[in-house]
Structures are given as C-alpha cells and as structure tokens.
C-alpha cells in the first residue's frame, strides 16, 4: 500500500506564507514526478506545480515567483513554500506522485488534500 500524506494547510492574512508537506510511504521503488494540485470551490482540480526526480520544475502562471516546489528524495517527501499569499490562492491543495510501486506499473497516486484560506 502507498499513502500521501499531506501537512501544512491553514488559514493565513493575505501576504503570509504557507508550506506544505507530502510524504509518500509504503511499498515504493521508484518515484518520477511529484506536484501540487489545487481545487477551489466550483471549479476544477487544476496543477500548481510539479517537479521531475532530476529537479526540473514547472510552474501555474498565477503562482510563478511566488511558490516554489522543491523535493527531499531520500524522505519521499516534496514541497511546496507559498509566499504573498492571495484570496485567490483559497482552495484544497492536493499531492501528486508518479511512482512504481507494488505493482510493475507507473501509477498516479493522490494524497487527502489539505485546506489553504486566505484571508483577505
């Protein structure tokens, strides 16, 4: 079994700073890609960033030069440091792995999701 799990989210003023956390677990051999996902109420589950195994990294336009993602390989664990935070960035921030795990597939695995307000 494999699990993300996802720490960090809160409620924060509009300007402040926020990191969150995902540690994936269990049975893992490999993992490629790793990212942030973000839905907001009535919309849909939209990319906020993503970072390859080797560091190469992508960005939404509505967070670039604000966020930045960043992975610790050894701890399975990636993360995303959000500064000047907006109303808009209000959503339920979700983690993404690409990973090989108990089966001989490449699989997409998804953690619980963790709750970012801001505040305006």
């Known amino acids: 079994q494999v699990q993300l ?7 924060v003023q509009a300007g402040g700073s926020l990191r969150l956390s995902c540690a994936a677990s269990g049975s893992i051999f490999s993992i490629n890609a790793m990212g942030w996902y973000r839905q907001a109420p009535g919309k849909q589950r939209e990319l906020v960033a993503a970072i390859t ?3 190469n990294t992508n960005y939404a336009d509505s967070v670039k030069g604000r966020f930045t993602i960043s992975r610790d390989n050894a701890k399975n664990t990636v ?3 959000m500064n000047s935070l907006k109303p808009e960035d209000t959503a339920v921030y979700y983690c993404n792995a690409e990973l090989l795990g108990a089966t001989p597939f490449w699989d997409d695995y998804w953690g619980q999701g963790t709750q970012v307000t801001v505040s305006s």
Do not use: D, M, R
């Open 5 to 11: 799990v996802e720490s960090g989210g809160g409620l």
């Open 53 to 55: 195994s080797g560091g």
């Open 79 to 81: 993360y995303l440091q």
